[in-house]
């Protein structure tokens, strides 16, 4: 699994996507850690409603034990 790089959330959908948009487009998203778990799909939205990537700082993380130890940061 990629742990590096940035999320693909469609930051450039900024005020063009709306939340029902972005839930329908992940419906059938498998679950994946780092790329479409809880915490990416709920920050997945806020970003594209910042305009930037809000979990950049934590890092990424590829299980549920780096997932614990990036959001402790």
Known sequence: ???????DWG??????????DYI???LNTPFAW???DCVCFAVGWLSIAAGRDLLA??????DELSAGRALKK
């Open 1 to 7: 699994m990629r742990t590096t790089g940035t999320r």
């Open 11 to 20: 930051l450039g959908a900024r005020g063009k996507q709306t939340l029902p």
């Open 24 to 26: 329908a487009a992940r």
């Open 34 to 36: 780092g790329e479409h």
């Open 57 to 62: 700082p934590f890092g990424r993380w590829k």
